[in-house]
């Protein structure tokens, strides 16, 4: 059973770099399409972006001028690191897998979905 | 970008049928996947592509889509169903993943 885990920083000062890891066990990277979704406390759930097993990604539009995502299949991992943050960007930050095919042609939903990870953004 | 509307609560007693709805423009055209999150915990897929169910995901919970809004129906509630449920489409044109904003399911 694959299970996904976030890890990194739960408090960054406003306007330096977020960076999130998510570890994949119990499966492989390879094969797969993974994608980052945050949800702030109280509200719904914003797509962050994906990356593909060999690099390829998508970004939310919004986001995609401070985003990266990337991967690294030797270590099962994949990351985000969202630059020049501020308050807004504080959430819950959850890794997930993509199912569904090439996204470009196909719908794809999320499953599973790691434990989620608080990152607040505050001096 | 697309718009994903659901109604913010959907109340009902055990034992009933709740319906949670998931409306945007030509939704029928689209496919649609649900989530459920319950309180402090990751979301939980359960239906893809409109009606299917993932492993483990009981029958009781079922899905239509056509027009503009599909549905998830949720038959003979339990108190373990209330939950935050999410609707999602996936809008490659627009490069986008659109999450519906949530609805709370309360179990009277």
């Known amino acids: 059973q694959v299970r996904l885990q976030e890890s990194g920083p739960g408090l960054v000062r406003p306007s330096e770099t977020l960076s999130l890891t998510c570890t994949v066990s119990g499966g492989s990277i390879d094969g797969y399409y993974w994608s980052w979704i945050r949800q702030p406390s109280g509200k719904g759930l914003d797509w962050i972006g994906y990356?593909?097993?060999?690099?390829?990604?998508d970004y939310n539009p919004s986001l995609k001028s401070r985003l990266t995502i990337s991967v690294d299949i030797s270590k099962n991992q994949f990351s985000l690191k969202l630059t020049s943050v501020t308050a807004a960007d504080t959430a819950v930050y959850y890794c997930?897998?993509?199912?569904?095919?090439?996204?470009?042609?196909?719908?794809?939903?999320?499953?599973?979905w790691g434990q989620g990870t608080l990152v607040t953004v505050s001096s | 970008s697309f718009v994903l509307t659901q109604p913010p609560s959907v109340s009902v007693a055990p034992g009933q049928t709740a319906r949670i709805t998931c409306g945007g423009i030509?939704?029928?055209?689209?496919?649609v996947h649900w989530y459920q999150q319950r309180p402090g915990q990751a979301p939980v897929l359960v239906l893809y592509?409109?009606?299917g169910r993932p492993s483990g995901i009981p029958e009781r919970l079922s899905g239509f889509n056509f027009g503009n809004t599909a549905t998830l129906t949720i038959s003979r509630v339990e108190a373990g169903d209330e939950a935050d449920y999410y609707c999602q489409v996936w809008d490659s044109s627009g490069h986008l993943v659109v999450f519906g904003g949530g609805t709370k399911l309360t179990v009277l």
């Open positions: 592509h409109d009606t």
């Open positions: 030509n939704i029928g055209r689209k496919s």
């Open positions: 990356v593909s097993y060999s690099g390829r990604t």
């Open positions: 997930a897998r993509q199912y569904g095919g090439d996204p470009t042609t196909s719908s794809n939903w999320f499953d599973p």
